[in-house]
């Protein structure tokens, strides 16, 4: 069964920083990502790494602000998050999928099966 189980999540003010984590179980992926939603927002994608290669994509919006990396010998994803605004709350939601695709790690909500039940992340000016 495919757990993923997102974590560190809270409220900071603007400019500071936080770190996500999302621990995986119960199988194999090719690409994990994360994704976030703000209210009355479609769901959008923040970052996504390739897990067999650390090839990784990010949102224009958090590129220089945001890290997304693994720690492979604890089947874990990390979001680091720095400068923080506003506009990043949201709830975090950390995903997956087992089969590559060609291309630069997707970002489109569509391309990933497996979903965590997110962690909320306000960011207060």
């Known amino acids: 069964q495919v757990q993923l189980v997102e974590s560190g999540g809270g409220s900071v003010q603007a400019g500071g920083s936080l770190r996500l984590s999302c621990a995986a179980s119960g199988y194999s992926s090719a690409y994990m990502g994360w994704f976030r939603q703000a209210p009355g927002k479609e769901r959008e994608g923040v970052a996504a790494i390739y897990t067999q290669g650390s090839t990784t994509s990010y949102a224009d919006s958090v590129k220089g602000r945001f890290t997304i990396s693994q720690d492979n010998a604890k089947n874990t994803l990390y979001l680091q998050m720095h400068a923080l605004t506003r506009e990043d709350t949201a709830m975090y939601y950390c995903?997956?999928?087992?089969?590559?695709?060609?291309?630069?790690?997707?970002?489109?909500?569509?391309?990933?099966?497996?979903w965590g039940q997110g962690t909320q992340v306000t960011v207060s000016s």
């Open positions: 995903a997956a999928r087992a089969t590559k695709l060609s291309g630069p790690p997707p970002l489109s909500s569509v391309y990933y099966p497996y």
